[in-house]
């Protein structure tokens, strides 16, 4: 096991928090209210191949990562905790439907991340977090867009958003990890 696959104990989830893992969780709390006011604010944006979907897809995407590495850096206490405080920060500024939509999504994906990640981060966390934010993306975007419009017209285009996001957050990631191993 490398330094990247170092995991805390969720009973130290927040004894331990060093200050990488709390700026961790502060940018995956940002995210969530972040995704609301840019759908609330901005309506659609494009994600390639003609497609488009609401504007906070490429922060759920990037949230979606961000919580595999806040899990690592904090615990899985941690990540519920923030999910829970980034629920309240959206409803606060964001429309209550859309915080409520969102909250909704981000604690199913959340669920079905801890099946899918746990058991598959022994093989690495690039495995874990690309598997387990394939299943997380498909089911954040069927609950959101079914709560938030009662529709799934923008299901290709949320799906294929938070895809690219995730693509570019895992390769960011694994660049990083070899970098640090190259150096020490």
Do not use: C
């Not at 989830?13 to 969530?32: D, H, M, S």
């Amino acid at each position: 096991m490398n330094s990247t696959e170092t995991t805390v104990h969720p009973k130290e989830a927040f004894v331990k928090l060093t200050a990488r893992g709390a700026v961790v969780l502060a940018a995956y709390i940002a995210t969530i209210p972040a995704a609301n006011l840019l759908v609330e604010h901005v309506g659609t944006a494009p994600v390639g191949f003609g497609l488009a979907a609401p504007a906070g897809v490429y922060m759920v995407g990037l949230a979606l990562v961000l919580r595999d590495v806040a899990r690592e850096a904090a615990g899985r206490a941690a990540v519920v905790a923030a999910i829970a405080v980034g629920a309240v920060v959206s409803y606060l500024l964001a429309d209550p439907m859309l915080a409520v939509a969102s909250t909704a999504a981000f604690a199913l994906s959340e669920s079905l991340d801890f099946v899918v990640y746990e058991p598959l981060r022994r093989r690495g966390l690039l495995v874990a977090m690309a598997a387990s934010n394939a299943v997380g993306l498909a089911a954040d975007s069927l609950l959101f867009l079914w709560l938030a419009f009662g529709s799934f017209d923008y299901l290709p285009g949320q799906m294929l958003g938070k895809a690219w996001m995730t693509f570019a957050a895992v390769a960011v990631i694994g660049l990083v990890a070899r970098r640090r191993t190259v150096t020490a």
